[in-house]
Antibody
C-alpha cells in the first residue's frame, strides 16, 4: 500500500535550521511529484510548493522562497524539506503529499522557541 | 491567488442527519483541459488529511457513497446523506486548477 512516512517532531531555536524527511513506499517514487504544505495550529493548509521527483525541478509558492529548500534522495525514495534561519512564524506542522494530494504523510510538528 | 470560501464554519449534527458544505472560489475552476480541479479532503482530529473527492464529484475508491460532490465554475457543494460518527473532523475544499494551490478555511463537523 502507498505510504508516506515523515520524520519525527523537531524543537529548534530561532535562527537554526531543520530538515524534514518524507519516505515514500508502495509506488514508483519518480512517477508522482511531491507537494509540501504547512499547517499552523488551528489553521487551514497552505501550499508551499512541489518538487518534480523525476527531474528534481522545484517550484515554490511566493511565501516560501529563500529559506525553504526541497530536495530528493531518489535512491531512497525520500523527499526533504529544509528550512533555514527559523523564525517564530515557521512553527507549524509540515506535511508532504503526493502530487494529487491523494496520499499524505503524517506530518512533522516543528516548534520554534528560544 | 484563488480565494476559497467555505461555509458554514462549523456543523453540529446527530448521527443519521444530512450535511451540506459549500465552497465558493473567487474565479472559475474550469481548466483549459476542460476539467475542474476542485477537491475535498477530511482531517480528523490529530490526523493528517485524507482524500475524499476529486474533480468535483469523483469519489476515491475507499470513500463511502453517502458522500457526494457537485458544482461547477465557482460554486461547489459536499454532501453527506447520513452522517456517521467517523465523519467528524474538518472538511477542506481545495483547488488545483490555478497555481498556487489554495484551500478553504475548513468546516468543522461535530457529532451531537
Amino acid at each position: 500500500q502507498i505510504q508516506l512516512v515523515q520524520s519525527g517532531p523537531e524543537v529548534k531555536k530561532p535562527g537554526e535550521s531543520v530538515k524534514i524527511s518524507c519516505k515514500a513506499s508502495g509506488y514508483t517514487f519518480t512517477q508522482a511529484g511531491m507537494q509540501w504544505l504547512k499547517q499552523a495550529q488551528g489553521k487551514s493548509l497552505k501550499w508551499m510548493g512541489w518538487i518534480n521527483t523525476n527531474t528534481g525541478k522545484t517550484t515554490y509558492a511566493a511565501d516560501f522562497t529563500g529559506r525553504f529548500v526541497f530536495s530528493l534522495e531518489t535512491s531512497a525514495s525520500t523527499a526533504y524539506l529544509q528550512i533555514t534561519n527559523l523564525k517564530n512564524e515557521d512553527m507549524a506542522t509540515y506535511f508532504c503529499a503526493r502530487w494529487d494530494l491523494d496520499y499524505w504523510g503524517q506530518g512533522v510538528m516543528v516548534t520554534v522557541s528560544s | 491567488d484563488v480565494v476559497m470560501t467555505q461555509t458554514p464554519v462549523s456543523l453540529s449534527l446527530a448521527i443519521g442527519q444530512p450535511a451540506s458544505i459549500s465552497c465558493k472560489s473567487s474565479q472559475s475552476l474550469l481548466g483549459t483541459s476542460g476539467k475542474t480541479f476542485l477537491n475535498w479532503i477530511l482531517q480528523r482530529p490529530g490526523q493528517s488529511p485524507k482524500r475524499l473527492i476529486y474533480q468535483v464529484s469523483k469519489l476515491y475508491s475507499e470513500v463511502p457513497d453517502r458522500f457526494s460532490g457537485s458544482g461547477s465554475e465557482t460554486e461547489f457543494t459536499l454532501k453527506i446523506s447520513r452522517v456517521e460518527a467517523e465523519d467528524l473532523g474538518v472538511y477542506y475544499c481545495w483547488q488545483g486548477t490555478h497555481f498556487p494551490l489554495t484551500f478553504g478555511s475548513g468546516t468543522k463537523l461535530e457529532i451531537k
